[in-house]
Every structure is written in structure tokens, then in C-alpha cells.
């Protein structure tokens, strides 16, 4: 493989020059003032960059250019459920009607804003069969946090908060479900996975008792397998007095085709940022809308738009309210985006998103499985999870295989997760691709698998195509270099 | 199918290869009691020109900043956004990049967040920053209950001058951790005594320019906040920031911020980036993602995430907090602003800031108002006025003016006073039209 031949980029504040600007900013017509004696005491300058607007666009346009997005490529990066992001999203967001309002705003100024965001909520309301949804939440974790917050408002209303500590989470769960539960102050249990890749529920039996608060079930599961005893599931926590979570990060397998709330789910998440396709920004916005059955509904966030006469006004009056969760009303650029995007598909067509990630997930997996053998043989869902185990003993690990896929052309799916899976290979390729693409994918990384036989060094070596090789992460911990300061020694902290 | 590539073709031969006949097969393992069996009551597709028109028509309903002039601000500022940031938002590369789980594939995307970590903790005065938050009042909250895991202890002291919003959030993020939460009072407009604050205070959190515009002593609470073994927590509007002292001047221990003025569309509120800066002594306890510096075996110099032990894909319930999604493209957005405005353009928006809203309190004050408060303003102020102020507001409204935030709904008792906010987009003429309304309706 040929090594990309460019130069490694400066760094903007390399590129100032005193004097230089930027941007052409408004230019003020109000009468002079003494700065100083109107706020007091003044700083020195900011040492931001000083650059000329040309140059601005150059320096990050060419970091562009080392950077890799779905419109770059294949993403196949399991968990994150990387589809294309609708051109057409981007310029409704755009519209000055939504983009040019402010968040306190009267009500009466912004009906457009309030409808658009009752109509993603209506529509994600029957998606999920949910009685109430809300948009206030930013991010997934957020959105679980934000759940879970719910269930304790529930167990305090009933006089059980204090005996009810305990979170019950399973094995194979994101790493967000136990962090958000510890941040509510909740201690954390796991529950494990049998053999068949399901929920054991002999372990959930027995971790069930009077100091439950909520089991946090993802299903889909991270293993990329539907929970067939779902049902049960959710009917042996409620016996037991506690709520459970849906981790909504694998819904895009379900759209039009199950809905959590009929599988006995309490509340769940959703990322719109996944399933309903606003963009992934490099690692943000998200958007963690929360859906809810009527008892955990006096709980939610304030305030809470309701439709009065068909009209969407907020309800500030709620007395039971865990309160604020973020500053305003979540993301609503990224609802205009969602609901773009909903309507795009429609009655007719959104359950094709979940019929065709299926097909494209198991079209990979048949096509890998003589070389990555699945996780567990059964049909997946939206997402495949493979094992590299078969290349430990040629020294190969799963890390290697993907960091060769680079050299390839494709973003390496998920590694090592979920975690109790050895050499976990995860990939979701979305429904958003063609099969000539996951053909060439597949091809690549058989390719891989049989150089893993004769040329392992090769893999060890990966990438060699990229603007850099594998980086030394022990290094970037040990001198930490979190930011440049003039004297353009790197600062060590 | 908008975004589906399938033909019939396609399927039949991604079917045969996994060796079933139909999609339906693929979902066998969903007991059939669970599934739907009904179309979803949802609104029939449309195709692209009906979704613009549909979108546009909803987003007309809306009076936006463009059909009226824009004086309110608590909090979330109608600043100028250069064309720049923009156009580099809307890259690919970027715009439907992910978190960079993979260095060599996202070298572009973490240095531009070690370069927007460098300019938030230059803007604050701070050692380091880290990769961005939510927005602002998550990044406050975040950063209270960091200094309670620091300092061990139950409970945060916020001065009531502090956004409203703000404190709300905050109230919620500690009632789950079972902290206390107790308000200092800002009567005179400024945090002026620190009763409350004592032994068992894990910090204490002001604002400045609080949330009535004035600058707030951070030398008198950093040394409340030192007498009682305290962390301080210092939220602060990053276009003050470019004109008066930094809060690292003053021994702030954390600092956090709203980054929407720096160059993010007011998009009704959504979405922010959240500024958070500290000492290097807790860079260890830090929410979030970090990118640092390195290299590759050959020499390379290279960015990645770094001190990833923190994190919760890591660390699970141990991890300084459960953020896994940030705000990288409105990080970018505001690296993007502070790259373009730079040193020398900042300074000229926060000091435009500050002659406009002088500009507008010289001639609403001689329109009926009055300054409500004795302390020193940035680019926001209270008006006193001799009406109910929502009153006014509304008036206001029909002559094309958006004339502030009426301030009874937060605090009982100032029903009739306006919080308005002046940026450097507003012109003399804009101003003497408000002021000229005011006059009018207060007649």
C-alpha cells in the first residue's frame, strides 16, 4: 500500500500573524465610549490566532481532507449506526425561520418551533408505542440519565426511594448505562448473558429483590440479537416492583416492526443522531428524546409540550418534575432534522429502514462467516458481531485486522465491545448502503483474513496509507499534551 | 425508498447468500405476539420539494430575529456568525464524522479540538480545557458535582445571580446525587455576602457577568470560597472573557460557559456547546473527552483522546461522568469563529459590545427607564420600568422590537424590571428606535 504523501499540518496558532484578521466584522455607529472605566478592570489580548480569512479556510478545509465521514466512506462502526445524513436535513435546519429564533422567546412568537417539535414527538410516540415523549434530553446518556431520573421521582412519589438503590444491568450493556446510573447515585449490578447471547434469567431472577430500582435492558442487544423472552423480561421486574430502561441505540432495528413499549418497557431512549439520521458532528450533537408510559409521565423534564385544541403550547404547571435537564429545549435544530427525515419515509416507507439494515447486517454476516465466525449463529439484527478469536494464535488481534481495513478505504467497525465477547468484530452497516459496497467491504477484509495467515507483520504495521500510523496512546497519557502554548514547547501537565 | 439503494435484484441475491426467502424471515426471532401488525399512524412520505415546502412554511410561522430586532439575550446572543463557519460545517468530512475512536482516520477533526481546547482555556486563563459539554448549565452542574466528588462533600453554594436555568439544572443534577443545593442572595444585583458557604461546601459557583449583566468580585469569592475549603466554580460568557480579567487571574478552580456566542446559530436554544476549563492539578477528574498530543513509530507527531480511563465505555459506573456524545461539531463552529475573529476581532466585539450597551442605557433611560442596578454592566443590563414589564414587552413587540426578558417569572418581586442585552450587531439607529417605542409606550 501506497503511504499518503502529506504534509503533517501546522497547527493554526503556526500560522498567525500579528495584524491579520480573519472575518469582516460589523462595524459599530454608537458614540465612543472609555471601555475601561464602563467595566472596570480589562485584561490583556486573547492569544487567539491572527490569520487572514483565505487562510482560515485553508487550514480547515485541508484538516478536512484527513479526516474521515460517511460521506468519505463505508462506517461500519458498530453501536453508532452511521447512515447517510439526508442533504435535504441540512437545509431545513438551515431555514432563518428556525435558525435566527432565541430560546426565550415568547411562546406566542414561535408556534413553528413548537409544532415541529410536537410533531416529532407524536410521530416518535407511535414509533415506539410510547404514551409521551420528550425532547429535552441532548445526548443518549443524557436521554438514560434522564430516564432513570424518572424512576426515582417514580419510587420517591411511592415512598420507596431510599429502599430501592440498585440498578441491575446486563454484561454485554454500553458503557453509558452504568455510568448514568452511578450518576444517579445508584449502585450498579450485573446481570449476565447465556450461552445463546439472551438475558439469563435465572442470573436477572436472582438479582431481583426489594432494593431494585431498574433494569437497563438494551434491545436489541449489543450483541446485535433480538431478547426473544423480552416479554417475561419486563413481567418479572414489575413483580418485583422495579421499572425497566430500553436502551434505544439499536431502534433502528425496529422501526415499523416492534415497538418497546409492547414489549413491557417502562421508558426508553432514542438517538436521533442514530436511527433518525442527524448528523454525528465528529462525536456531536446528539438528541437522547425520552418516550414514556403515562405513569412516569408527571415526572418528566419541564416544561412539557402538550397539544391544547390541536395547538402545541408548553405546560409549565408541573409539581412532580425532576426539573431541567438542559438549558432550553434540547436540540431543536436537530428536531427539524428528525423530522425531515421522518417524513421523507413516512407511513409507507419507515419500516423499510429496519427491514433493510437487517437484510444488509445478515448479507454481511453470511458473507463473513467463514472467516469471522458469529458471536452466537442465529439471524442478527441491524448489526453483526463477529469474533477474530481464530486469528489470536497467528498473533493477529481484532485491532489489527482493522486497522488494515484502513488501508483498504473503510472506517474499521467496533473492537472489544461488547465486552464479553473475545476479539469482538461489530459491524453495522446501516440500511443507507449499497451491495456493491458491502461486497467490496467483505472482499477487503477476507483479503485481510488471508494475509493474517502469511503476512501478519503487515497488519501489526497498519495503517501505512494515513497522514500518520498507529499513535502511541501510553506516550499521550504519560506527557500529556492538551494544549499549545506560545513558547511552542508542548505543555506538560 | 428516499436513502435505500436496494433493487429487487439486490435483494433477491443478498436473500439467496444468506440462504432465506424473504426479509420477513429475518426477523423470525421477535415472538409474534410483539410485533406490529398494522401500518403506523403516521403522515404519508413526501417527497423533497413537499418536505422544503412543509418545513418552510412551519419555520414562517415563527416571527424570527430577522423580522424583528433582537435586544434579548440571557444567556443565548444574536452575534455575528462569519460566513467561514458555516461553509466548514457543512463539510462531509466533518458534518458526518463520528467520535475518533480511530486517530489515523480523524487526524483533521482532533486538531481542530486540541486547537478549540487551547483557545477556551487561553480565552479563560485556565491550564487546560477539555473537548466541549452539552451547553452551558450542564457544563455548570458537571462541574459542581466534580467538585463534590473532589472535595468529598454534599453540598454546592450558587449565588442566585446566577441564570435562573442554570440553577435549575443544577438543582436537578444534585437532588439525583442526593447533594444540597443552597442560593446565595444578589438583592443589589451582585453577589454581595457568601452566608452558607462554610465547611461542608464542596464550592461555590457564580457567574460573571451575572445574569443581570454586572460583573461580579471574583477576588471576594475566591477568598469566601478559600475560607471555607472550597472549590470555585466560575461561569462566564465567553465574550466578556476577551475584555475583562480571566477567571484564572483570580484562582478560579473550574470555569464553564456557554459557547453559542462564539460563532453557533441561536437555534432556539439547541444546539450549544458547553466551554469547561480547570487547573492541570484536576485534569484527572475532568468530564468528557480530551484530545492530547503524541506521535507513531515513526516520529509522526499525532492527536488522539487521551486520559480515556475517565470515560464510561472504560471506566463504567467508576467514570467522571456518562457523557459518550458531545458537541464536537459546534466545538468545531467555535473554533472556527475563534480562528476567524482572532485576537484582534474579539477584542473589537466584546468592546462594541460594551459602547452599544452603554449607547442603549443613555438614551432607554431617557425614554422612561431606569438602571436598576448600581454595579458595572457588560453588554447586558436590568430596566426599571413603570409598567409591568412583560407588559411593555409585548407592546414593544408590535413595533418590531424584541425588547428583553421580563424578569417576574424568575424573580418574585421584579415584575417590573427588563433584563436587555446589547451585542455588537445592533446598530445606533436600531437602539434610538427602541428607544423611541419605549417612550411611546410608556406614555
Known sequence: MPTKSVPQPKLVFEKSVPGRIGCNLPRTDTPEVDVAAAVGAVRDSVAWPEIAELDVMRHFVNLSHINYGIETGFYPLGSCTMKYNPRINEKTAALTGFSHTHPMQPEATVPGNLEVVRQVEDILAEVTGFDEVSMQPVAGAHGEMTCL????????????????????????????????????????????????????????????????????????????????????????????????????????????????????????????????????????????????????????????????????????????????????????????????????????????ISRYAVLNANYVQARLRDHLPPAHDRPCMHECVLTATPYKKLGVRALDLSKRLIDHGFHPPTNYFPLIVPEAFMIEP????????????????????????????????????????????????????VRWTPAREPAKV | MPYIPHTEEDTRSMLATIGVRSIDELFREIPDDLRLKRPLDVPSALDEAQLYSHLKELSERNVDLTKTTCFLGAGIYDRYVPSTVG??????????????????????????????????????????????????????????????????????????????????????????????????????????????????????????????????????????????????????????????????????????????????????????????????????????RIVGRTHDAAGRSGFTMTLRTREQDIRREKATSNICTNEALMALAATVYMTSVGKNGVRRVAEDTVRNTQYAISVLTKAGGRLKFAGKVFGEFVLSLPKPAAVVRDALLDHGVLAG?????????????????????????????????LAEVLK
Request: include cysteine; hydrophobic fraction near 40%; aromatic fraction near 8%.
Open chain 1, 149 to 352: 431520573m424518572l424512576i426515582k421521582a417514580y419510587h420517591e412519589s411511592r415512598g420507596e426511594g431510599a429502599q430501592r438503590h440498585t440498578v441491575l444491568i446486563p454484561d454485554s450493556a454500553h458503557g453509558t448505562n452504568p455510568a448514568s446510573a452511578a450518576r444517579c447515585g445508584y449502585d450498579v449490578k450485573s446481570v449476565s448473558t447465556n450461552a445463546e447471547g439472551n438475558c439469563d434469567i435465572d442470573s436477572l431472577k436472582a438479582a431481583l429483590d426489594g432494593s431494585v430500582a431498574a433494569f437497563m435492558v438494551t434491545n436489541p442487544s449489543t450483541l446485535g440479537l433480538f431478547e426473544p423472552e423480552i416479554a417475561e423480561i419486563c413481567r418479572l421486574v414489575h413483580e418485583a416492583g422495579a421499572q425497566v430502561f430500553c436502551d434505544g441505540a439499536n431502534m433502528n432495528a425496529m422501526v415499523g416492526t416492534t415497538r418497546p413499549a409492547d414489549h413491557g418497557f417502562d421508558c426508553m431512549h432514542l438517538n436521533l443522531h442514530k436511527t433518525f439520521s442527524t448528523p454525528h458532528g465528529g462525536g456531536g450533537p446528539g438528541c437522547g428524546a425520552i418516550g414514556v408510559r403515562s405513569h412516569l409521565e408527571p415526572f418528566l423534564p419541564g416544561p412539557v409540550l402538550k397539544r391544547v385544541d390541536g395547538v402545541a403550547v408548553y405546560d409549565h404547571d408541573r409539581p412532580l418534575s425532576v426539573g431541567r435537564v438542559s438549558g432550553f429545549h434540547g436540540q431543536f435544530l436537530m428536531a427539524v432534522r428528525a423530522l425531515t427525515y421522518l417524513l421523507a419515509y413516512g407511513k409507507e416507507g419507515l419500516p423499510d
Open chain 2, 87 to 288: 461553509a466548514v460545517l457543512s463539510r462531509g468530512e466533518f458534518l458526518t464524522a463520528y467520535t475518533p475512536y480511530q486517530p489515523e482516520l480523524s487526524q483533521g477533526y482532533l486538531q481542530t479540538i486540541y486547537e478549540f481546547q487551547t483557545m477556551v482555556a487561553e480565552l479563560y486563563g485556565m491550564d487546560v480545557a477539555n473537548a466541549s459539554m452539552y451547553d452551558g448549565p450542564t457544563a455548570m452542574a458537571e462541574a459542581a458535582v466534580m467538585a463534590h466528588g473532589l472535595r468529598g462533600r454534599d453540598k454546592v453554594v450558587v449565588s442566585r445571580a446566577v441564570h435562573p436555568h442554570y440553577r435549575q439544572v443544577l438543582e436537578t443534577y444534585c437532588w439525583s446525587l442526593g447533594v444540597e443545593v443552597v442560593e446565595l442572595a444578589a438583592d443589589s444585583g451582585a453577589t454581595t455576602g457568601f452566608a452558607g458557604l462554610d465547611e461542608a461546601s464542596a464550592c461555590l459557583v457564580v457567574q460573571t457577568p451575572n445574569f443581570f449583566g454586572v460583573v461580579e468580585d471574583l477576588a471576594a469569592a475566591r477568598a469566601a470560597a478559600d475560607a471555607a475549603g472550597a472549590m470555585l466554580v466560575v461561569v462566564a460568557d465567553p465574550t466578556a472573557a476577551a475584555l475583562l480579567p480571566t477567571p484564572g487571574s483570580f484562582g478560579a478552580d473550574i470555569v464553564v460557559g456557554e459557547g453559542q456566542p462564539l460563532g453557533i446559530p441561536m437555534g432556539y436554544g439547541g444546539p450549544m456547546a458547553g466551554l469547561f476549563a480547570c487547573k492541570r492539578e484536576y485534569v484527572r477528574s475532568i468530564p468528557g
Open chain 2, 405 to 437: 426578558l421580563p424578569l417576574g417569572p424568575y424573580y418574585p418581586g421584579m415584575e417590573d424590571d427588563l433584563l436587555v442585552a446589547v451585542t455588537e450587531t445592533r446598530t445606533k439607529a436600531q437602539i434610538d428606535h427602541y428607544a423611541a417605542c
Open chain 1, 430 to 481: 446501516t440500511e443507507t448502503e449499497a451491495k456493491e459496497t458491502l461486497d467490496a467491504f467483505c472482499d477487503a477484509l477476507v483479503a485481510i483474513c488471508e494475509e493474517a495467515k502469511t503476512d501478519p507483520e503487515a497488519l501489526h504495521n497498519a495503517p501505512v496509507t494515513q497522514v500518520v500510523g498507529r499513535l502511541d496512546e501510553a506516550a499521550a497519557v504519560k506527557n500529556l499534551d
